[in-house]
């Protein structure tokens, strides 16, 4: 197996879009609570540029919580899967480092998993364009819950076996990456699980990008997993533990 470049592991989600749609974790109302908290203002009646937005598991949150959403995808795999769950949704093809957008039009600039994919230089100075005055850019990610141990040694092993691997977690860095731009951040972390199936947690696996790009060498991977954890959830339920993080940035 060969290392992969990040290019085509962003790419990789328009193979599995419909995977992703099915599998992937939605995010708790409490991550919600926590950005209305950090930005001072609450998503009801806001204008949202929601940023990377997939299939659009965060864009239906948003509007649930009563924000006015435009959604912004570039691939074509995931804007499909979007404009069929979300056909009422303005739907952009484009990417957050070059945002087709007036200045000072948004309230609020989201990306729900996604910033990590951008160019800092070029995505937060793209963000703070189109934002008003007071408007705020929130990034947030699910990220598996280390302190868990059947977790933590999942991780490891796909670490060892994926070249491609990225190690969850990127909000450490948000705030670090976030310091040269004339913003003052603020962050919160929501614990929270799912319960599921073990083939579930399987398809939520296969769904990560250091996986999909594998094709089907990706299969014996995954195949080892399903042994693991039968071994440890003979019935073949579990509960799958995350950490929802979330970083806001307003102007300084």
């Known amino acids: 197996m060969t290392s992969s ?8 989600f328009n193979a599995i879009a419909a995977e992703y749609a099915a599998a992937r974790p939605s995010y708790p109302p409490a991550l919600f609570d926590a950005v209305e908290e950090l930005a001072g203002r609450s998503l009801a009646g806001a204008t949202v540029i929601d940023v990377g937005a997939g ?5 239906r949150l948003l509007r649930e919580r009563g924000a006015r959403v435009t ?3 570039p691939g074509a795999g995931m804007a499909a899967q979007l404009g069929a769950a979300l056909p009422a949704v303005p739907l952009v093809r484009a990417d957050g480092n070059a945002l087709p957008f007036a200045d000072g039009t948004a309230d609020f600039v989201t990306y729900a998993q996604a910033w990590h994919w951008t160019e800092p230089a070029r ?7 189109v934002l008003r005055p007071d408007g705020a850019l929130a990034l947030w990610w699910n990220v598996p819950d280390l302190s868990h141990g059947w977790v933590a040694d999942q991780e490891a092993r796909l670490a060892e076996r994926c070249p491609g691997y990225r ?8 705030s670090g990456l976030l310091a040269p731009f004339a913003v003052r951040t603020g962050t919160r972390s929501v ?5 599921i199936t073990v083939d579930d947690r399987l398809r939520t696996l ?13 299969e014996p991977v995954l195949r080892a997993e399903r042994e693991e954890l039968l071994a440890l959830f003979p019935d073949g339920v579990l509960d799958e533990p995350y950490v929802t993080d979330v970083t806001v940035a307003l102007r300084a």
Do not use: K, M
């Open 5 to 12: 470049s990040h290019t085509e592991l962003a790419r990789s």
């Open 167 to 174: 190690a969850p977690g990127f909000s450490h860095t948000a």
């Open 191 to 195: 614990g929270w699980s799912r319960r």
């Open 206 to 218: 296969g769904t990560h990008s250091f996986l999909a790009v594998l094709g089907a060498e990706a």
């Open 71 to 73: 959604a912004v995808e």
């Open 55 to 59: 299939t659009g598991i965060g864009t």
């Open 123 to 129: 995505s937060v100075p793209e963000a703070l364009r």
